[in-house]
């Protein structure tokens, strides 16, 4: 009666274990907010060759108005496996020193006569909005000849930042058509149409945006690869020893019945 009583306690302890475990692997495919696009950034920070494509993103792109305080160019040269040379030349365009942060040289009063406000740093952006959301809005900007800067965004509408990246995707136009929700009609998205190209195809443009994406989310938490390789091993070290626990048990109690 003992046994059986014990062999239903851990078979049940086993499940749980199991449970847990798909769950750690599988949520990251639920942890993108929604938005007009759902496309999914499919980003790995365990890719270093993108992470350095996505470091020379951020910098000749982002870094004139966006900083990331939080991050320092003599980690990045670490984590990135690249040499601290190589950061000097290629990266540092605003600093004097390795162990500076990601600052940038614009001033905030500028940046807000400028855009209407002080661009935000951009260290935790991905923690906070998630890739998949970055990657969808750096895809929606399209032309909106009523807004100052001459675009609109799908992801953030009325966003005072301009496309940026406009020479590379082109220029597109946002499509609605109208639809009943709740019992009145509004417009809905349904599609973009491409107005001009850019010098990148649109399979090209979204490798670019996911580089960049996914070096946002590696500063977000510089230890993110190794402490979700190292929650792996714990949980196939659970796991083992929960077998192992098992099989101790059966033999300790097989001859009690």
Same mark, same amino acid.
């Given at each position: 009666?003992?046994?059986?009583v014990?062999?239903?306690?851990?078979?049940?302890? @086993?499940?749980?274990? !199991?449970?847990l475990v798909?769950?750690?692997? @599988?949520?990251?495919? %639920?942890?993108?907010?929604?938005?007009?696009?759902?496309?999914?950034?499919?980003?790995?920070?365990?890719?270093?060759?993108?992470?350095?494509?996505?470091?020379?993103?951020?910098?000749?792109?982002?870094?004139?108005?966006?900083s990331?305080?939080?991050?320092r160019?003599?980690?990045?040269?670490?984590?990135?496996?690249?040499p601290?040379?190589?950061?000097?030349?290629n990266?540092?365009?605003?600093?004097?020193?390795?162990?500076?942060?990601?600052?940038? /040289?614009?001033?905030?009063?500028?940046a807000?006569r400028?855009f209407?406000l002080?661009?935000p740093d951009?260290?935790?952006?991905?923690r906070?909005?998630?890739?998949?959301?970055?990657?969808? %809005?750096?895809?929606?900007?399209?032309?909106?000849?009523?807004?100052?800067?001459?675009v609109?965004?799908?992801?953030?509408?009325g966003?005072?930042?301009?496309?940026?990246?406009?020479t =590379?995707?082109? !220029?597109?136009?946002a499509?609605?058509?109208?639809?009943?929700?709740?019992?009145?009609?509004?417009?809905? %998205?349904?599609k973009?149409?491409?107005?001009?190209?850019g !010098?990148?195809?649109?399979?090209?443009?979204?490798e670019?945006?996911r580089?960049?994406?996914?070096?946002?989310?590696?500063?977000?938490?510089?230890?993110? /690869?190794?402490?979700?390789? =190292?929650?792996? @091993?714990?949980?196939?070290f659970?796991?083992? %020893?929960?077998?192992?626990a098992?099989?101790?048990?059966?033999?300790?109690?097989?001859?009690?019945?």
């Amino acid at each position: 009666m003992v046994s059986k009583v014990m062999n239903r306690r851990l078979t049940s302890g @086993l499940v749980a274990v !199991t449970g847990l475990v798909a769950f750690l692997l @599988l949520s990251p495919a %639920f942890a993108s907010g929604g938005g007009a696009l759902s496309d999914v950034a499919n980003n790995d920070i365990s890719n270093i060759p993108s992470l350095q494509r996505g470091a020379g993103n951020f910098v000749n792109y982002c870094s004139g108005c966006h900083s990331a305080k939080y991050v320092r160019y003599n980690q990045l040269a670490r984590d990135l496996q690249m040499p601290e040379d190589q950061v000097v030349r290629n990266l540092m365009f605003a600093a004097a020193k390795p162990t500076e942060t990601m600052e940038i /040289a614009m001033r905030p009063e500028d940046a807000q006569r400028w855009f209407g406000l002080v661009p935000p740093d951009l260290s935790l952006i991905a923690r906070s909005r998630g890739p998949d959301y970055l990657y969808n %809005f750096l895809r929606s900007f399209y032309l909106d000849p009523s807004r100052t800067t001459g675009v609109n965004n799908l992801m953030l509408p009325g966003a005072s930042m301009p496309h940026v990246l406009a020479t =590379l995707q082109g !220029t597109q136009r946002a499509v609605f058509s109208e639809a009943e929700v709740n019992g009145t009609v509004q417009h809905v %998205f349904d599609k973009f149409e491409q107005v001009s190209p850019g !010098t990148m195809t649109p399979a090209e443009y979204d490798e670019f945006v996911r580089d960049t994406v996914n070096f946002l989310d590696y500063i977000g938490e510089p230890v993110k /690869a190794k402490r979700q390789s =190292l929650g792996i @091993l714990v949980m196939a070290f659970l796991i083992v %020893f929960l077998v192992l626990a098992y099989l101790l048990k059966r033999e300790i109690w097989r001859d009690v019945r």
